[in-house]
């Protein structure tokens, strides 16, 4: 099993900055995938950001350029900045960790942290 907890959200104004972090506990190692998703208001669930086992980073395309997703393996925690933040960015920011195997994956999930961004 999979631990992950949030932290680092809150309400900031349009163009503002936020650093999201998750730490890891249990069977965690750096061979699982960890990332970032997230909820607005009334939408699906949908993809932020990932850091690969292989170092690779992932981003959805309308968060490209503001936001950078970094891992402390020692540490076990992956964080996600947020700069220039929109009000279409507010959401319930979840972590995922994803262990892969040879027939598919398995994802855990944290609890989630609410982003609010003003305009």
């Known amino acids: 099993q999979v631990q992950l907890v949030e932290s680092g959200g809150g309400l900031v104004q349009a163009g503002g900055s936020l650093r999201l972090s998750c730490a890891a506990s249990?069977?965690?190692?750096?061979?699982?995938?960890m990332g970032w998703y997230r909820q607005g208001p009334g939408k699906s669930r949908e993809f932020v950001a990932s850091?690969?086992?292989?170092?690779?980073?992932n981003y959805i395309s309308s968060v490209k350029g503001r936001f950078t997703i970094s891992r402390d393996t020692a540490k076990n925690t992956v964080y996600l900045q947020m700069n220039s933040l929109k009000p279409e960015d507010t959401a319930v920011y979840f972590c995922?960790?994803?262990?892969?195997?040879?027939?598919?994956?398995?994802?855990?999930w944290g609890q989630g942290t609410q982003v609010t961004v003003s305009s």
């Open positions: 249990g069977s965690i190692s750096s061979s699982h995938s």
């Open positions: 995922n960790a994803r262990r892969w195997y040879s027939a598919g994956y398995r994802d855990y």
């Open positions: 850091s690969l086992s292989d170092g690779n980073t």
